[in-house]
T-cell receptor, first 113, second 115 residues
């Protein structure tokens, strides 16, 4: 069975500071990994995805994530956050058969002005 | 223009009643999904459909029944509602299911409250 752990329920950062959100996955086959963002009272929007190749993937709005097979991780980073980055961020994993997404519990990010 | 429409946005129901959650996608996708987001829990996969056929069902209760009248529609009928069914229900779609993976695009959700 696949699972995703996001150990940080809440993260507070100051505007302009860097951000890292942690994600660990458990999956026996080839994992396909995603980060989604949910702004208040909205649906989920895809930030970035990793299928294969370069372990560092670029996403929208300056976000990037790094895949580590040895560490079973897919951490999300942003060099300098803006107040509009306040949202809940979800890490998710799937496989090529069935395309069912398994999500982490999410990390709520609050960016202070 | 919104590409995935979910109706209604908010829904309040009484215990024991029945409701239908509507989902339509205009992305030309062949696969559609339902997920549930309950308080303090991760988003949870419920169903997947491909070309209007059920592909996967992870919902134990038969009270939840997807209905697909067209390829771009996947409604969710919930019968005998319980307070534990209170959650936000998200519809999603992707280009396909088999031979993937494929990115899933999510609708804005229907927030259901069962009293």
């Amino acid at each position: 069975a696949q699972s995703v752990t996001q150990p940080d329920a809440r993260v507070t950062v100051s505007e302009g500071a860097s951000l890292q959100l942690r994600c660990k996955y458990s999956y026996s086959g080839t994992p396909y990994l995603f980060w989604y963002v949910q702004y208040q009272r909205q649906g989920l929007q895809l930030l970035l995805k990793y299928y294969s190749g370069d372990p560092v993937v670029q996403g929208v709005n300056g976000f990037e994530a790094e895949f580590s097979k040895s560490d079973s991780s897919f951490h999300l980073r942003k060099a300098s956050v803006h107040w509009s980055d306040s949202a809940v961020y979800f890490c998710a994993v799937t496989n090529s058969a069935g395309n069912k997404l398994t999500f982490g519990i999410g990390t709520r990010v609050l960016v202070r002005p | 223009d919104p590409k995935i429409i979910q109706k209604p946005k908010y829904l309040v129901a009484v215990t024991g009643s029945e409701k239908i959650l509507i989902c339509e996608q205009y992305l030309g996708h062949n696969a559609m999904y339902w997920y549930r987001q309950s308080a303090k829990k991760p988003l949870e996969f419920m169903f997947s459909y491909s070309y209007q056929k059920l592909m996967d069902n992870q919902t134990a209760s038969s009270r939840f029944q997807p209905q697909s009248s067209k390829k771009n529609h996947l409604d969710l009928q919930i019968t005998a509602l319980k307070p534990d069914d209170s959650a936000t229900y998200f519809c999603a779609s992707s280009q396909d299911i088999s031979g993937g993976p494929y990115e899933q695009y999510f609708g804005p959700g229907t927030r259901l409250t069962v009293l």
